[in-house]
C-alpha cells in the first residue's frame, strides 16, 4: 500500500490525488448576480448537502491570484445564489461556464445559455437546467489554511423538470442523469442504480 503526507507533496499534486478520491463529487453550477447587476455562472465540484431542516446546502469557493472568485464576490454581496443541478446533455455548456472570464462577464451569453427569474432571490437560473435549488447564504467560514471560503446556503425553493418527481416524494436519478466530478479532467455519469435497506 502507498501512503503519502500531503505536505510531502507539492501543493498541485496534493490537490489532485485528492480530487481523484473523493469521488465522485456531485456539481454545484452556481448562478449569481453582483451587486452592480452582472450575472455569473460557475461550476464548482466542493459542493454537497450538510443538513436536512432547514435544508442547507454548502459550496466551497476558492479564489484565483488571491482575489475571492466572482462567485463568492457576488453571493458576498447579494447573499443570494441559485445551485442549477448538471445533467449529462447540460456537461458541454457547463464545461464552457468553468473558463475564467472577466468580472462582469455574463457566463449565459458566453456559453449560449438561455436564463429564467428566480422566484425568491435575485440570481436567475439556468432555464434548460433540470433541477435548481434557489438558495439565500447563511455562513460564510473561511477553511483555515487554504484560499477556499466554505458558503452555507439554506434551500428556499426547489425547482424540477417534469416527470422527475416520484409519487413517493424523491427524484429518479435516472431520468436526471446528473454528472459528476472525478479527478483531472475526468467526470462520471450515474451508472447502476440499486437500493440497499439499512439493517435494524
Known sequence: MITLRPQDLPPPDAYRLLTSLVVPRPIAWVSSIGSDGSFNLAPFSFFNAVAGSPPTVMVSIGS??????????????????????????MLVAMNLTSKEYDYGVDEFKASGLESEPSVEVYPPRVKDAAAALECRATQFIPVEGSAYTLVLGQVLRYHMRDGLLRPNGLVDGQLLRPVS???????????EVFELARPG
Open 181 to 191: 466530478r472525478l479527478g483531472g479532467a475526468e467526470y462520471a455519469a450515474l451508472g
Open 64 to 89: 484565483r491570484k488571491g482575489v475571492p472568485k466572482d462567485s463568492l464576490r457576488n453571493i458576498r454581496e447579494t447573499g443570494e445564489f441559485v445551485v442549477n443541478i448538471v445533467s449529462e446533455e
